[in-house]
T-cell receptor, first 113, second 111 residues
Framework: DVKVTQSSRYLVKRTGEKVFLECVQDMDHENMFWYRQDPGLGLRLIYFSYDVKMKEKGDIPEGYSVSREKKERFSLILESASTNQTSMYLC????????????FGNGTRLTVT | QKEVEQNSGPLSVPEGAIASLNCTYSDRVSQSFFWYRQYSGKSPELIMSIYSNGDKEDGRFTAQLNKASQYVSLLIRDSQPSDSATYLCAVSGSTLGRLYFGRGTQLTVWP
């Protein structure tokens, strides 16, 4: 079974803090993704990566950056956290190619106060 | 912007009934289609994938795809209270590897 592990289940940070969300997958997947999910807005793609050191902007990249130094690890960085970044953050990975489904981690519930 | 539309629901069915969940998509190049189940407070879980026109059955679940009509559906037979969840439709697009998600349909199965 694919295992996608997110480092924290719940996180509380203060406005202006730099926040790191970590994600690790154990299936040698090529693609990795960061989404946020908010009630009524569904899943929104922040960033994704096809390969090590590669990154592509999703639909809502503003206020976020990412890092993929190793194939199995994809980090989401909030440079200066704001209250409107309070959300559920979901990491996902996929094998690659056009027919690959996404496999999600358990999510990180981030609250910015 | 790729559009994936789902009935927002909520959809409520009695135990033992057939639940029908629908999804339409705008991008004609889409080739892969997935259904995810998401329980409250949990992450989405893949339950079905379909790539060719027609029906695909897996236990109590049947996915149906009609590319000409740009329509994909999920039928849940003999619905159980444990099927109560939000169901997300996901569709591939021209960007390799990326999936586009609908906002989900909330299903409640009452005993």
């Amino acid at each position: 079974d694919v295992k996608v592990t997110q480092s924290s289940r719940y996180l509380v940070k203060r406005t202006g803090e730099k926040v790191f969300l970590e994600c690790v997958q154990d299936m040698d997947h090529e693609n990795m993704f960061w989404y946020r999910q908010d009630p009524g807005l569904g899943l929104r793609l922040i960033y994704f990566s096809y390969d090590v050191k590669m990154k592509e902007k999703g639909d809502i990249p503003e206020g976020y950056s990412v890092s993929r130094e190793k194939k199995e690890r994809f980090s989401l960085i909030l440079e200066s956290a704001s209250t409107n970044q309070t959300s559920m953050y979901l990491c996902a990975s996929s094998l690659g190619g056009r027919n690959s489904p996404l496999h999600f981690g358990n999510g990180t519930r981030l609250t910015v106060t | 912007q790729k559009e994936v539309e789902q009935n927002s629901g909520p959809l409520s069915v009695p135990e033992g009934a057939i639940a029908s969940l629908n999804c339409t998509y705008s991008d004609r190049v889409s080739q892969s289609f997935f259904w995810y189940r998401q329980y409250s407070g949990k992450s989405p879980e893949l339950i079905m994938s379909i790539y060719s026109n027609g029906d695909k059955e897996d236990g109590r679940f049947t996915a149906q795809l009609n590319k000409a009509s740009q329509y994909v559906s999920l039928l849940i037979r003999d619905s159980q209270p444990s099927d109560s969840a939000t169901y997300l439709c996901a569709v591939s697009g021209s960007t390799l590897g990326r999936l586009y998600f609908g906002r989900g349909t909330q299903l409640t199965v009452w005993p």
